[in-house]
């Protein structure tokens, strides 16, 4: 069985993904999705111009050989372009396997787990009182579990994933008026004295059931950091996120030492070198990587059974920058892993977004349910796609109120 040919496609309703085609002698042919946030043209070109022809020829069933050829042939390793682009592939060749097995992929990983696995939603507001109604609606829907942010008082901007006016869901954060970032302001002070006593209405109006979440987007010092976990303690959070900057591990050691609250960090992570000492000292709860730009399905399954043996459950990532093949992926990870935690979930499901990727995957009452088509169960609409190309976008940076530079 031979590779022929492969196609990266860029677009998408109101996204630029980027969607690869996998065409093999058979007849079959597998999808992967290289969507790099804001950045999608760099894995787009990296596929066309060094790896599609490299993979042509290759026999797509040696989906573990192609990966490390791609890994340790290109010399300078990792980076979350080249994780984008080989995690497309390796998606697709999973995809191909499946197809050729008859099975979807969670059968190939070991079969299910769980029937559905619970997501969770993202509730926002520009103040307290439209976060409750955010938060509201949501619960409505069925959903167990329910992420919240909120514009803090006196704060020079929004805040992360806060509307800027009225009540809603989170806004894509994308601005698709060119490439130059907007600019948002940000004050730790207001944040540490406020979210505690916002987060403790939040759990006395909605009753101990509810699953909450907090994402800080490595806003904090690693002080600040512990100082929050601890004033929240008594909310009893699922899950505090990215409460520091992802990149330094030894950061969680000082928040672990003063407090029991849950954390989950690694949505910006590209390998298991990047969480490695998080998992292996238990300084997490939750690894948030996501096949998109952590290399595929290969190489996040590895990150998935080191953190098994740790206590570490999974909640990948789900934002809107993933398409609906790396959901899907996700999805059939989650069906079969032991330690499967809990999945964010952005609504995709818009008929023009269904209409590119068709699909037999479902949400029902704030649960995912995986689909029993072969492979990843996500097919690509290449007529359809020929209405979209790619708009350049950005999202905002942060400074502080004397001009420097903070996380976004
Ligand atoms: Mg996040």
Redesign the pocket.
């Known amino acids: 069985m031979k590779i022929t040919d492969a196609q990266v496609f860029v677009g998408g309703p109101g996204k630029n993904y980027v969607t690869l085609k996998v065409m093999t002698d058979q007849g079959i042919y597998g999808l992967g999705d290289a969507t790099l946030n804001n950045h999608e043209t760099l894995p787009a070109a990296y596929l066309r111009d060094y790896l599609v022809p490299n993979l042509v020829g290759m026999d797509p069933r040696n989906s573990e050989d192609i990966w490390q050829l791609f890994y340790r042939g290109a010399y300078f390793r990792r980076g979350p372009v080249a994780m984008a682009a080989y995690g497309a592939i390796d998606m697709a060749l999973w995809d191909i396997k499946g197809k050729l097995a008859g099975m979807p992929l969670y059968q190939l990983f070991g079969g299910k787990s769980r029937d559905g696995a619970m997501v969770y939603a993202h509730a926002a507001g520009s103040d307290l009182d439209a976060l409750m109604d955010s938060v509201a609606s949501y619960v409505e829907q069925g959903f167990k579990a329910v992420r919240v942010q909120c514009g803090i008082p006196g704060m020079p901007s929004a805040g992360y994933a806060v509307p800027k006016d009225d009540v809603g869901t989170t806004p894509y954060i994308t601005d698709f008026s060119g490439i130059r970032p907007s600019v948002e302001g940000w004050d730790t002070g207001r944040y540490m004295r406020y979210m505690p006593g916002a987060l403790a209405e939040i759990r006395a109006r909605f009753g101990p059931d509810l699953k909450i979440l907090h ?1 800080v ?1 490595h806003r904090l010092l690693p002080r600040e950091a512990a100082e929050l976990a601890k004033a929240v303690e008594p909310v009893g959070l699922f899950w505090l ?2 409460p520091t900057p992802a990149e330094d591990q030894d950061a969680l050691k000082l928040l672990r030492q003063h407090s029991t609250v849950p954390i989950a960090i690694g ?1 910006v992570f590209n390998s298991i070198w990047d969480c490695n000492k998080l998992i292996e000292n238990e300084l997490i709860d939750f690894i ?1 990587v996501a096949v998109t730009y952590a290399g595929g399905i290969t190489h996040v399954k590895r990150i998935v059974d080191l953190a098994a043996m740790h206590h570490v459950r999974t909640g990948f990532h789900g934002a809107p920058s993933h398409s609906p093949l790396s959901m899907a992926a996700q999805a059939h990870l989650n069906a079969w892993a032991p330690n499967f935690g809990i999945q964010e979930y952005l609504v995709l499901g818009t008929p023009a977004c269904d209409a590119l990727f068709p699909s037999e995957h479902r949400m029902e009452n704030g649960m995912m349910y995986v689909s029993d088509a072969p492979g990843l169960g996500v097919d690509f609409d290449e007529t359809e796609a020929e209405r979209y190309t790619y708009s350049p976008g950005s999202h905002p940076i942060v400074r502080l109120e004397d001009g420097t530079v903070w996380n976004y």
């Open positions: 994402d987007h996120e990215d949505e948030r």
